[in-house]
Nanobody, 127 residues
Framework: QLQLVESGGGLVQPGGSLRLSCAPSGFTLHYYGIGWFRQAPGKEREGVSCISSSGRNINYAHSVKGRFTISRDNAKNTVWLQMNSLKPEDTAVYYC????????????????????WGQGTQVTVSS
């Protein structure tokens, strides 16, 4: 099974920023759509954002739109999630995942469509 590795999590004060990275272990991301998900304590995992293999199609959850930016550089084989204006409710373990299913202009594939996952990186927003 293909593996992804997330990095960049940490502790940040409300209003601060973090940039998460997602890189594959032993394969190229070039042909995959990538999604970012998060799971807060006691809550179900939720989708945050997704980007198509080309980078042309991008979607965000309502709760992060305008604050988070997803991007990718296929030459560097990396996807990023820039998180600005962080709030305590953004505290969660963040996961990236890869899918063959098309990311459209209006929606992300379902969580079940993402077949390769990372281990997650903890993001804590607290003063």
């Amino acid at each position: 099974q293909l593996q992804l590795v997330e990095s960049g999590g940490g502790l940040v004060q409300p209003g601060g920023s973090l940039r998460l990275s997602c890189a594959p272990s032993g394969f190229t991301l070039h042909y995959y759509g990538i999604g970012w998900f998060r799971q807060a304590p006691g809550k179900e995992r939720e989708g945050v954002s997704c980007i198509s293999s080309s980078g042309r199609n991008i979607n965000y959850a309502h709760s992060v739109k305008g604050r988070f930016t997803i991007s990718r550089d296929n030459a560097k084989n990396t996807v990023w999630l820039q998180m600005n204006s962080l709030k305590p409710e953004d505290t969660a373990v963040y996961y990236c995942a890869a899918t063959w299913v098309e990311v459209t202009t209006t929606s992300c594939p379902t969580e079940a469509d993402f077949t390769s996952w990372g281990q997650g990186t903890q993001v804590t927003v607290s003063s």
